[in-house]
């Protein structure tokens, strides 16, 4: 094996090495972020007090995304009494299901009189509450972003490494040179 094949094999597998390496460092970090906030939504399912609020008004808000489409956030405003009896507020941003279940259906642009949110907010602390539902999907780690992170810094690295090769191959490799061959069908050209 010469020269220039041993350093591009050698770089390849370094290269796949390091593919494999950051792929899984960015993948933990990931994970680890996602189930630290799982862990903070299990303790306040766990501690906190559950409420029923009453929501004191809805909003939506509409943004457009850079590469089209839009995305729309919707934030409840509630009070609830807490253990001693003062009257909390809080907001929260909400599903469109719950955006909508608010609604009065005879009154428009309306929240319902009967309405009624879950709330969770920390005994200790009622400032520190938000709406059960957000805790609920949140207290379980979503695998989903782990595996989109982890399978776009392979993929990245994985070119990078392929591109590099690619590079080596052409300038360490030389292009073999078609020689003639001596047959007796091979003349050489006239001299003029």
Same mark, same amino acid.
Do not use: C, H
């Given at each position: ?5 041993? #350093? ?7 290269? *796949?090495?390091? +593919?494999?390496?950051? =792929?899984? @460092? ?66 929260? #941003? ?7 279940? *608010?609604?009065? +259906?005879?009154?428009? =642009?309306? @929240? ?81």
């Amino acid at each position: 094996m010469t020269f220039a094949r041993t #350093t591009m094999s050698l770089v390849t597998k370094i290269g *796949l090495a390091i +593919s494999a390496i950051a =792929g899984l @460092i960015v993948g933990l970090v990931v994970y680890l972020d996602e189930a630290g906030i799982a862990a903070k939504a299990q303790q306040m399912l766990k501690a906190g007090t559950v409420v029923s609020a009453v929501p004191t008004s809805a909003s939506s808000s509409t943004t457009k995304r850079r590469r089209g489409g839009t995305s729309t956030t919707y934030t409840i405003r509630y009070a609830f009494p807490d253990a001693q009896g003062r009257r909390i507020e809080g907001s929260d #941003t909400a599903t469109a299901g719950e955006y909508a279940s *608010l609604g009065d +259906s005879s009154r428009p =642009g309306t @929240i319902r009189p009967s309405a009624r949110l879950d709330v969770v907010y920390e005994r200790g602390n009622p400032s520190n509450n938000g709406l059960k539902s957000r805790f609920d999907s949140q207290s379980q780690v979503d695998f989903t972003n782990v595996a989109i992170a982890f399978g776009l810094v392979l993929a990245v690295a994985l070119l990078i490494t392929w591109g590099v090769r690619g590079f080596m191959k052409r300038r360490l490799v030389p292009e073999p040179v078609a020689v003639p061959t001596s047959s007796p069908s091979w003349q050489p050209p006239p001299v003029t």
